[in-house]
Every structure is written in C-alpha cells, then in structure tokens.
C-alpha cells in the first residue's frame, strides 16, 4: 500500500495510540472498505479517526472562547478531559463511521 509519508506517520500514531499493530489495523480497514482502494480507505479512516479524537476532546458544551481565570474555574462536570487522561478506543469508532459511508456511496 502506498500512502504519504504524513498519513503513514498519523498511522504510526493511531496504532501506539490504540495498542493495535499494522497487520490488524491493515485487516480492519480491509474489512471495512466496499468501494474504495485499501490506500483510499486509510486515508479516510486516519481522517475520520483524529475528528472523532477532537470530538471527544472538544465536547459541544464547551466554549473555548470563553476565557478561563483563576478566578473563575468552570466546574469540573464542563471542563473537557485531558486528552492523556482519555481511554476511549476510537479506532472501532473511525472504522464503524467509514464503513457507514462506504454503504451511502
């Protein structure tokens, strides 16, 4: 498979990230692909993946427009985890929303 040097580095990332190595991952998208190319197929899943990943980090009920002080915290139920602190497997996610597309197509 041929990919960009950028998407092979956000592939890298994805895989340390879920704990998953290539062979699986490479599996996963197969699995999943109807119409596209398996290299197509990466490209979407890597992008659908770190969109998800800020969408779980950037809740909608929270405006990051709003300035922060010392002063005036939010409460704790508002503020966004930290992005280290969140455990959430996305990777099924990105594939589940890729192969979802696949179908429309």
């Known amino acids: 498979m041929v990919l960009e040097p950028y998407v092979w580095q956000s592939v ?3 895989l340390e990230r879920e704990g998953v190595d290539l062979d699986e991952f490479c599996k996963s998208v197969d699995e999943a692909r109807i ?5 197509s197929a990466t490209r979407m899943i890597v992008l659908t993946y770190f969109r998800l990943s800020d969408q779980l980090n950037n809740p909608p009920f929270w405006n ?23 455990k959430v497997s996305v990777l099924p996610l990105a594939i589940r ?8 197509a």
Do not use: C, W, Y
Request: hydrophobic share 35%; net charge negative; glycine share 2%.
């Open 35 to 39: 119409g596209s190319s398996l290299a």
């Open 64 to 86: 990051p427009e709003e300035q922060v002080t010392p002063a005036k915290t939010p409460p704790a139920h508002f503020s966004s985890p930290a992005p280290a602190a969140m």
């Open 97 to 104: 929303r890729f192969a979802q597309e696949e179908e429309r």
């Open 12 to 14: 890298d990332n994805i």
